[in-house]
């Protein structure tokens, strides 16, 4: 029998990418790509935190500014608003708005569909100036 090195879990993308938005709302401000991957235990390999910080950075997730010959990353966004922005990205993809939308509503819970309506309902309210 031959002994294997037990692999480490293998994380998916947005599983990495919130662990990376959630050390950066830790920080006490803008952070660097290696204070990250420190924050997260050194694990990661810095171009990996790169690479996630890059991903987040187009999708408007996170803003950066030069720091000598590197950047400081600032998360412009928490775990919801990365979610609403995957949510109207796929919505954006589709050819027929009208159907996904009501798609969507109809599979809301009881508890979700009147969470909608009052958010709608107050969202409305604020544009009638």
Known sequence: MT???????RRGQGELEALVLSALRE???PA????VQEHLGGD?????VITILTRLLAKGAVTRERAGRSFAWTSASDQA???????????????????????FVTGL?????RLLRELLGGAKGEGED
């Open 81 to 103: 608003g990365l979610a609403a922005h995957k949510m109207r990205k796929v919505l954006d993809s589709e050819s027929d708005r009208e159907a996904v939308l009501a798609s």
């Open 27 to 29: 920080a006490d401000g």
């Open 44 to 48: 990661l390999a810095y171009t990996t």
């Open 3 to 9: 002994d294997h090195p037990q692999r480490a879990r």
């Open 109 to 113: 819970g009881p508890d979700d569909e």
């Open 32 to 35: 660097t790509a290696g204070w």
